[in-house]
């Protein structure tokens, strides 16, 4: 009977599976939470990227009939002749590729400026480059006047939105407490759909897509830069990034004022699991280029590449060129009407990933990622279908509008949201700056390669111009379902223990917080046999 009562409390005491809990259960404490402070910090931070990005790119579409007229008449002004139309295809196609020139470069650069910079002066940095572009471009060009100011300025917008797609998951993941951090990355795609939205909106004639009013409506993306600088000395550094200068105090200081109600004690241990983390795996050190195309981080890279690929090659890109076009066939005759529809589908994409971000927080990145690919693929297939039989049956041409708004909307609540919270799960500290700048790049090549392919694949596959994208996004289902493992409520360390395969953090529980509390596992634990 001793025996067995001793066995009982053993079994109590280790969970059961003989392993011995990091914390007893009745004094786990609840996992930290964001600070009003810390929100605001986090929202400021992101829209001013993402929310200008979004703007600069709804604006400058919405005005590109608007540009191709001045073009024309700063061209007749200086020459005393008009442009070809080549002339005038070959400047507005180097107005937008540029942007995508520039944001590859942009990419490329961020392992350098974070070498040299701290957290908060790349932002700094960052959103005065957009200022400058916005300079360049609204002024240069209209007070010259000089179409290659615009196509410059274009260029400088792309470093902006480059260097800044890559930056903010770095500073989001650094700033919020672990358990929100999929909520607050999220918040990327939000802020690009809504700035696509009001970008498009302003670009009405009726509102300030005018011959007079365009360069207004091009400084518009400047703003939330603007409102950064402003507010720039009230925001902090990264408590990791304080950490790394050996500044603990400070640290220390600054993650109080990020956390709601932490006590000392909590404090404590969050310092001491980030200095963790900055150490994890041998060494505080960045890895470089060179490291990271071999093991153990080789995996991880290959797990950023591919979803950097995903988010280009679900083809949304191609799709979102030529919604009008959809749509004028399904009987929107005039450009207007299919401007209006094109804004109705626009303002529900903003809508649904608003209702999406909290669904990335609630069921995991993964989970939506999955489902967003799988109604991508289906919906793509019905629209091929719809655009092969519209002549023979009517109604399929608004089957076809359906499948389009479908298609947006999926994509709205899914890849949009779930692509930034899981790069932030699959790299760390001290891999993040090299993943993202061979992943940014990938993103800002495959970028430019399906807006240019679209054109031709429209020419040479007709009605079934979207059926590659349907096979690509039915491709990545099947790759991210058999090899990206679940991240919710998983340690940052657990999860990348899991890619370099380090056994020790699959067969023991781990800690899920800011310093994660609650002991989960990525796998079942060996049995005694298995190991």
């Not at 001045?70 to 107005?95: H, M, P």
């Not at 993650?255 to 200095?275: F, Y």
């Not at 079934?464 to 340690?491: C, D, H, M, Q, R």
């Not at 067969?507 to 796998?523: E, N």
Request: net charge negative; glycine share 6%; hydrophobic share 45%.
């Amino acid at each position: 009977m001793a025996g067995n009562s001793e066995k009982e409390e053993f079994l109590n005491t280790t969970n059961g599976n003989g392993l011995q809990p990091l914390i007893d259960e009745p004094t786990k404490p609840e996992p930290l939470q964001n600070s009003t402070y810390c929100m605001w910090t986090l929202f400021l931070s992101v829209s001013s990227v993402m929310m200008s990005t979004g703007i600069a790119v709804g604006s400058i579409n919405s005005s590109m009939a608007i540009l191709s007229t001045f073009y024309n008449e700063t061209y007749t002004a200086r020459y005393n002749e008009t442009y070809t139309d080549e002339q005038n295809t070959f400047l507005i196609a180097l107005t937008v590729s540029l942007m995508l020139a520039g944001g590859c470069l942009g990419a490329v650069s961020i392992q350098v400026i974070l070498h040299f910079f701290s957290r908060k002066n790349s932002m700094i940095l960052m959103n005065l480059t957009n200022i400058v572009s916005v300079l360049v471009l609204c002024l240069g060009g209209r007070l010259i006047p000089s179409y290659e100011a615009v196509i410059a300025g274009r260029f400088i917008m792309g470093l902006f939105s480059g260097f800044g797609m890559n930056l903010i998951p770095i500073v989001v993941s650094e700033i919020s407490a672990f358990e929100r951090q999929a909520f607050y990355l999220s918040l990327i795609g939000v802020n690009l759909s809504f700035g696509g939205l009001f970008g498009l909106v302003l670009g009405f004639k009726e509102v300030l897509g005018t011959m007079e009013l365009w360069p207004v409506l091009l400084s518009v993306s400047a703003v939330p830069s603007l409102v950064y600088i402003a507010v720039s000395p009230w925001l902090p550094e990264t408590p990791s990034y304080l950490l790394k200068l050996g500044r603990h105090e400070d640290a220390k200081s600054t993650l109080k004022k990020l956390r709601e109600d932490v006590s000392e004690v909590e404090l404590k241990r969050a310092i001491t699991m980030l200095e963790s983390e900055n150490s994890s795996f041998g060494s505080s050190k960045e890895v470089t280029m060179q490291e990271i195309i071999h093991p153990p981080y080789f995996r991880q890279l290959m797990i950023v590449i591919m979803l950097f690929i995903q988010a280009q090659l679900c083809g949304i890109n191609g799709i979102g060129m030529y919604t009008n076009k959809i749509f004028q066939k399904a009987g929107f005759d005039s450009a207007n009407e299919a401007n209006i529809a094109s804004t109705i589908v626009y303002t529900l994409q903003f809508l649904v990933a608003l209702v999406g971000s909290g669904a990335v927080d609630r069921y995991g990145p993964r989970m939506l990622n999955i489902i967003s690919s799988a109604v991508m693929s289906g919906s793509l297939i019905v629209l091929t279908i719809s655009l092969a039989t519209y002549e023979y049956c009517q109604p399929m041409a608004y089957v076809s509008v359906a499948a389009v708004a479908i298609y947006v909307l999926s994509w709205a609540c899914g890849l949009n949201l779930t692509l930034f919270p899981m790069l932030g799960a699959f790299t760390d500290e001290a891999t993040r700056g090299a993943c993202f700048t061979i992943g940014g790049v990938i993103f800002w090549i495959f970028s430019w390669f399906v807006s240019f392919i679209q054109l031709y694949l429209l020419e040479l596959l007709k009605s079934f111009a979207f059926l590659p994208w349907a096979i690509f996004n039915a491709f990545f289902l099947v790759y991210v379902i058999i090899f990206i493992p679940e991240t919710k409520g998983v340690s940052p360390s657990a999860i990348i223990a899991h890619i370099r395969g380090t056994r020790e953090d699959l067969t023991h529980p781990v800690v899920v917080t800011d310093i994660p509390m609650k002991t989960i596992s990525l796998s079942t634990p060996l049995t005694q046999e298995e190991e």
